[in-house]
């Protein structure tokens, strides 16, 4: 009597179909980093997977997704695959953010499809690119309220360099050209012009109407000094006719927060505090962006994550385009040929033309629709932003 052979014993037992998927996306990006095939430096460099002991038919385990790595190699190929890993990184990056700005809809509809390989992930674009756009935002600024603290004859004051420079313009018309060589007539100048700059006196006549800057440094000084005494005592007045904090609560509160907007430092603090919050806010108002595609768009029969990339493709445009709007202005205004305000006005137009194609592609309506839609997405956003920034300029006004 013959026995059946038992079967052979399994090395890598069968993979349960949820540890499958989990390890399928876990390996997704690495796996589109090395589509075109592994070279020499890639390996796999081991049978099996150093992790999990899965045999390895690649530079990645397909379980676990762990990269077969091997130290005992020269510095040479490490450095090359290294500089490979990261070039092909850029280049992907690039590739997405020519397609983003010029081809409306193109990445996303590619993305939701499932041709996800070649892309960054719509999260992770959209966080490095708004970081990028408020940094050289806040870092770039105006370039004409740079703040200041002077000393004026009424005491320290905070002026913006605007002001000083516009003070010294006007004041120093009235100095004569031999006064440029005496260094106390020159301080004076310097007083005056902080103090003008701060708003505490009135410009001067000409030189040679007024019989010497000191005379006329010192009455401005009394001047000032006497209308500053007058608001503490108007001030002082008032303060106690008001009620109490008891009486009125959240009232009187807000009388007090209200009141300390009469202080520049303050008013600059609030300005400050209300530009650092603004990504955190339009972070907050995009699901609504998506909610509002959704809706209007229900019949695509795609599902509010899809309307989800749509919303972060489409604010990531928003931040490139103002950056390379800015920068393509600029170069264009350097010959001095007066190219920069139709730069300026091309950019303006495919900013309006961008969401309407975008639409247009994604969901396929007709143009009817889409140009109705799209009008009634931007207003219900707009309302939205808007919506968004006085809660949160009111959230930061009670709590500074």
Not at 128 to 142: A, E, P, T, Y
Not at 172 to 189: F, N, V, Y
Not at 228 to 245: G, H, L, S
Request: net charge neutral; hydrophobic share 45%; glycine share 6%.
């Amino acid at each position: 009597m013959s026995l059946d052979p038992e079967p052979p014993e399994l090395t890598n037992p069968p993979v349960p179909p949820v540890l499958a998927l989990e390890s399928t996306a876990a390996t997704a990006d690495h796996a589109a980093a090395h589509a075109h095939g592994a070279t020499s430096h890639h390996g796999p460099f081991h049978t099996h997977c150093e992790n999990c002991s899965t045999k390895l038919e690649g530079p990645f385990c397909h379980r676990c997704g762990q990269h077969d790595f091997e130290f005992h190699r020269s510095f040479w190929h490490v450095f090359l695959e290294a500089l490979e890993n990261l070039f092909h990184f850029e280049g992907k990056f690039f590739r997405n953010i020519v397609t983003l700005l010029f081809q409306p809809g193109r990445l996303t509809a590619d993305f939701n499809s499932g041709k996800r390989a070649a892309q960054m992930p719509p999260f992770r674009l959209y966080i490095f690119v708004s970081f990028l756009f408020f940094l050289l935002i806040f870092l770039g600024g105006d370039g004409k309220r740079s703040a200041l603290n002077v000393n004026t004859p009424a005491g320290g004051t905070t002026v913006t360099t605007t002001n000083i420079g516009d003070a010294w313009r006007e004041i120093s018309g009235g100095i004569k050209s031999e006064d440029w060589k005496d260094p106390t007539k020159l301080e004076q100048a310097i007083e005056q012009v902080a103090a003008k700059a701060a708003g505490e006196i009135p410009a001067p006549p000409p030189a040679d109407e007024t019989p010497s800057l000191r005379e006329e440094l010192q009455a401005a000084g009394k001047a000032s000094e006497a209308a500053r005494q007058a608001r503490a005592e108007q001030k002082a007045a008032t303060n106690a006719a008001e009620p109490t904090e008891e009486e009125l609560g959240f009232v009187h509160f807000l009388e007090q927060q209200a009141r300390r907007l009469d202080d520049p430092a303050h008013r600059q603090h609030l300005g400050a505090s209300i530009k650092s919050h603004l990504p955190h806010m339009l972070m907050f108002c995009l699901p609504f962006f998506a909610l509002y595609t959704r809706l209007l768009f229900r019949k695509s029969g795609q599902v509010y994550l899809q309307h989800l990339v749509i919303a972060v493709h489409f604010h990531t445009f928003i931040y490139l385009w103002v950056l390379f709007a800015r920068g393509w202005g600029f170069v264009a205004g350097l010959p001095g040929w007066g190219l920069e305000s139709w730069i300026k006005f091309i950019c303006d137009m495919w900013l309006c033309l961008y969401p309407l194609l975008m639409l247009r592609r994604l969901f396929a309506n007709s143009w009817g629709k889409t140009i109705a839609k799209t009008f009634l997405l931007a207003a219900i956003y707009s309302a939205t932003l808007a919506l968004g920034f006085v809660v949160m300029a009111a959230m930061i006004f009670l709590a500074a």
